[in-house]
């Protein structure tokens, strides 16, 4: 190549560079902007009074007990607070819950999303980037979003949003696998029962049960579902038809804890509950159940909503709530098992 077709390609180079440079969208500017501010810190109050709030609320569904009850606070702390919420039911399905928030976004009815979410990476970029661009604030309850399933403590917060509010954490379900181990040192083989598996609380329970891999403990079958009795009784059977030699079932909530029950009446096995709603202590306190984990989704819900609320009025409100530490619990745990049953109060 001679020196005066060197010099008109460099020439040609350099104009198609600074053209990309002058080409960038005002939607990409205001997305990188929006990822700067939401690097580490929580939002900016987007109204000037409570009043003002109009609340989206993403439940996961409506089909159980715990998140009924969950929408019943929801509803009770905005008639006390006097701002609007509107509830929209997930129905454990990702897409359809996707679909709603990307609908009450477009809308621009409303300043604050409240999320439960059915799959938290699926919704990670419309919570962290969309909403804060149109002035929505977020807050996260019960299912961490953007990958943060396995975290803990502070971590299972996503920058940017108000607050996250759980009990189910990957320390809780790693101290509920030590429970069992303690146990059974001599080992036992163990079915796991969960719900759906984007669900942030099935892949933590069933990372954490890996630690059964570190001696005589055998995880010989496992199952997901849509949390209902129904579905957990046949699954339950499955578990005990093939494995006849069964020591234990692993629940991950007490609707699916009443189908194991059920099927494993008259046998030796023991039936272990994530859930402790009114069902599951009285089972406890008969030994129908050998423990359960205390939850509590009128105060998950409550101190989600209270984050909009502190946010607006200027008060410090936690990144993170952990339901595991509030001083209503007695001992200072949520482990349920016969000896203190007595101490505990189902709020579902």
Do not use: H
């Amino acid at each position: 190549m001679n020196t005066r077709s060197r010099s008109a390609l460099l020439a040609l180079l350099a104009a198609g560079a600074l053209l990309l440079t002058s080409c960038s969208s005002p939607s990409q500017e205001a997305a990188e902007s929006t990822e700067s501010e939401a690097s580490g810190a929580q939002p900016e109050t987007t109204i000037a009074s409570v009043d003002e709030l109009k609340v989206a609320y993403f439940s996961a569904g409506s089909s159980n007990q715990y998140l009924q009850a969950a929408i019943d606070e929801a509803k009770t702390y905005a008639d006390e607070q006097g701002f609007d919420l509107d509830v929209f039911d997930g129905e454990f399905d990702a897409q359809v819950q996707f679909d709603q928030m990307q609908t009450a976004l477009t809308s621009g009815k409303y300043n604050a999303f409240a999320v439960e979410p059915n799959d938290g990476n699926l919704v990670c970029n419309l919570l962290t980037q969309d909403a804060p661009a149109a002035g929505v604030m977020v807050a996260v309850f019960n299912l961490p979003i953007c990958g943060r399933a396995e975290n803990l403590g502070e971590e299972t917060w996503e920058p940017g949003t108000v607050n996250y509010v759980g009990g189910q954490t990957a320390d809780v379900y790693q101290q509920w696998v030590e429970q069992v181990k303690q146990d059974y040192p001599d080992g036992a083989k163990i079915a796991l029962l969960s719900g759906p598996d984007l669900n942030a609380n099935s892949i933590v329970f069933f990372e954490a049960a890996k630690a059964f891999g570190d001696g005589p403990w055998e995880i010989v079958a496992q199952q997901s579902t849509d949390y209902t009795t129904a579905q957990a009784f046949q699954a339950a059977q499955t578990f005990m038809q093939a494995n006849p030699d069964l020591d234990i079932v692993m629940s991950n909530f007490s609707g699916m804890t009443r189908g194991v029950v059920q099927a494993t009446a008259g046998s030796d096995v023991a039936v272990y509950d994530f859930g402790g709603d009114e069902w599951a202590l009285e089972n406890v306190k008969a030994g129908e159940l050998a423990s359960s984990i205390i939850m509590l989704p009128r105060q998950e819900t409550k101190y989600a909503l209270q984050g909009f609320v502190d946010l607006v009025n200027g008060e410090e409100t936690p990144k993170f709530v952990n339901l595991t530490e509030l001083d209503m619990l007695p001992g200072g745990t949520p482990f349920v098992t016969p000896d203190n049953v007595d101490e505990f109060t189902a709020e579902y």
